[in-house]
């Protein structure tokens, strides 16, 4: 990977600990500055990341560093090393184990991958469309797995949701099946697990490419984070400071996950909404009238599946898009309507196949954070077959009906 500019080090007057790390792993150049000289050394130098050592640095002053680099484009880390202060949505935090800076470097590479990739979705992007760290809400962007089973679970249930979206496991094997069905752009470890469990799941993330560098994040045991998950942190405390904490690095993931959902629309063209992964509404109608002439022309079957959620609650829309576009067969398609429901396509699929198939996919958007099922959650489904005189307009206009009876 290139480095693509020097590694900043911003610390007090002597060099910080952590720094041998970078010499260790041949990172160079890697340019030292004190705190007055930090913003400025920013602008003139360019650098690719930056490390702050920020254990006596007060919120003021780590917040007029990282607003410059905030506006760097493509995106420039920002490391913050054992913070002891709420920090910028835009520094990632880093803590030393016992004074252990060696896992800083994966943390620091994880960090550049993403940066690597914003500057090939810049550069692809035309026309030329600033995309920005900042644009990420984590509320309304971000899903966090909250694993755990304990008198602790609730209270960060709570303080999650106050700030991202979260699905809720009480068991690992219920966090196993979250992860391979969804979008997940971090996972709170609560308590509630003996030590040797929590280790098998950690090493078995470690060694899956989809979720190893998904941020982690334990919250109780006695625990050392010696696995090969760059975004691993072991954090104590109240749980407001420990999701305040956390959020930086989810964000980055939301952040990531954006970015690549984007590459893949400007591969498709921009026939890809990049906030879903489904199809933009008018390429669907353009695959859609062609899926019709063609099983008219050939035979077959094709139907379409219409999933309505409550428009009091929008994070359900999204999130059901999203677990479409992961979960729907290679061969099917959809879109996100203006009235916010989803219509998928089941190609070469009767009726009865297209309601198991649908029935699958609304069972998965059944979820809560706190043990209990969350009905605001699940969508009204209604399905509709092409018959023989039907045209694309009238069997959507069908499916239309058949959600307009189910919803009164």
């Given at each position: 990977?290139?480095q693509?500019?020097?590694?900043?080090?911003?610390?007090?007057?002597?060099?910080?600990?952590?720094?041998?790390?970078?010499?260790?792993?041949?990172l160079?150049?890697v340019?030292?500055?004190?705190?007055?000289?930090?913003?400025r050394?920013?602008?003139?130098?360019?650098?690719a990341?930056?490390?702050?050592?920020?254990?006596?640095?007060?919120?003021?002053?780590?917040?007029?560093l990282?607003?410059?680099?905030?506006?760097?484009?493509?995106?420039?880390?920002?490391?913050?090393?054992?913070?002891?202060?709420?920090?910028p949505e835009?520094?990632?935090?880093?803590?030393?184990?016992?004074?252990?800076?060696?896992?800083?470097?994966?943390?620091?590479?994880?960090?550049?991958?993403i940066?690597?990739?914003?500057a090939?979705?810049m550069?692809?992007l035309?026309?030329?469309?600033?995309?920005?760290?900042?644009?990420?809400?984590?509320?309304?962007?971000?899903?966090?797995?909250?694993?755990?089973?304990?008198?602790?679970?609730?209270?960060?249930?709570?303080?999650l949701?106050?700030?991202?979206?979260?699905?809720?496991?009480?068991?690992?094997?219920a966090?196993?099946?979250?992860?391979?069905?969804?979008?997940?752009?971090?996972?709170?470890?609560?308590?509630g697990?003996?030590?040797?469990?929590?280790?098998?799941?950690?090493?078995?993330?470690?060694?899956?490419?989809?979720?190893?560098h998904?941020?982690?994040?334990?919250?109780?045991?006695?625990l050392?984070?010696?696995y090969?998950?760059?975004?691993?942190?072991?954090?104590?405390?109240?749980p407001?400071?420990?999701?305040?904490t956390?959020?930086?690095?989810?964000?980055?993931?939301?952040?990531?996950?954006?970015?690549s959902?984007?590459?893949?629309?400007?591969?498709?063209?921009?026939?890809?909404d990049?906030?879903?992964?489904?199809?933009?509404?008018?390429?669907?109608?353009?695959?859609?009238?062609?899926?019709?002439?063609?099983?008219?022309q050939?035979?077959?079957?094709?139907?379409?599946?219409?999933?309505?959620?409550?428009?009091?609650?929008?994070?359900?829309?999204?999130?059901?898009?999203?677990?479409?576009?992961?979960?729907?067969?290679?061969m099917?398609?959809?879109?996100?309507c203006?009235?916010?429901?989803?219509v998928?396509?089941?190609?070469e699929?009767?009726?009865?196949t297209?309601?198991t198939?649908?029935?699958?996919?609304?069972?998965?958007?059944?979820?809560?954070?706190?043990?209990?099922?969350?009905?605001?959650?699940?969508?009204?489904?209604?399905?509709?077959?092409?018959?023989?005189?039907?045209?694309?307009?009238?069997?959507?206009?069908?499916?239309?009906?058949?959600?307009?009876r189910?919803?009164?």
């Amino acid at each position: 990977m290139s480095q693509q500019g020097p590694i900043l080090v911003v610390s007090t007057a002597r060099r910080p600990s952590f720094a041998a790390a970078l010499d260790v792993a041949k990172l160079f150049p890697v340019v030292e500055a004190e705190w007055a000289d930090a913003s400025r050394a920013v602008e003139q130098m360019q650098p690719a990341a930056v490390l702050a050592a920020t254990s006596d640095v007060d919120q003021a002053t780590l917040a007029a560093l990282a607003a410059p680099i905030a506006a760097q484009q493509p995106y420039l880390p920002l490391i913050a090393v054992d913070p002891q202060i709420t920090l910028p949505e835009n520094a990632i935090p880093f803590f030393q184990s016992q004074g252990d800076s060696s896992r800083l470097v994966t943390r620091l590479r994880a960090a550049l991958r993403i940066r690597s990739l914003h500057a090939t979705v810049m550069r692809r992007l035309v026309p030329a469309t600033r995309i920005a760290l900042s644009d990420i809400d984590t509320f309304r962007d971000a899903t966090v797995l909250l694993v755990g089973r304990g008198g602790a679970y609730p209270t960060l249930s709570v303080s999650l949701g106050e700030q991202t979206g979260v699905v809720g496991a009480l068991s690992i094997e219920a966090a196993a099946k979250h992860l391979n069905a969804r979008d997940i752009d971090g996972i709170v470890l609560s308590e509630g697990f003996s030590p040797r469990v929590v280790d098998a799941f950690l090493t078995v993330l470690a060694e899956d490419a989809r979720f190893r560098h998904l941020p982690v994040v334990v919250t109780s045991g006695d625990l050392l984070p010696a696995y090969e998950l760059p975004n691993l942190e072991i954090l104590l405390g109240e749980p407001a400071q420990m999701v305040a904490t956390a959020l930086p690095l989810i964000r980055q993931h939301a952040f990531e996950a954006h970015l690549s959902r984007t590459l893949r629309s400007i591969d498709a063209e921009g026939l890809i909404d990049a906030r879903t992964g489904l199809l933009t509404p008018t390429a669907f109608e353009r695959d859609f009238a062609s899926a019709v002439y063609q099983t008219q022309q050939r035979g077959g079957g094709l139907s379409v599946a219409r999933f309505a959620f409550d428009p009091a609650h929008p994070r359900a829309q999204f999130d059901g898009a999203r677990i479409i576009s992961r979960l729907m067969r290679q061969m099917d398609f959809g879109a996100v309507c203006d009235d916010g429901s989803v219509v998928v396509a089941f190609a070469e699929t009767d009726l009865k196949t297209a309601h198991t198939i649908a029935r699958r996919l609304s069972s998965v958007m059944r979820h809560t954070s706190h043990g209990k099922r969350d009905t605001r959650a699940e969508p009204t489904v209604t399905v509709a077959t092409l018959e023989s005189r039907d045209s694309a307009k009238a069997l959507l206009a069908r499916l239309g009906e058949e959600a307009h009876r189910a919803a009164s």
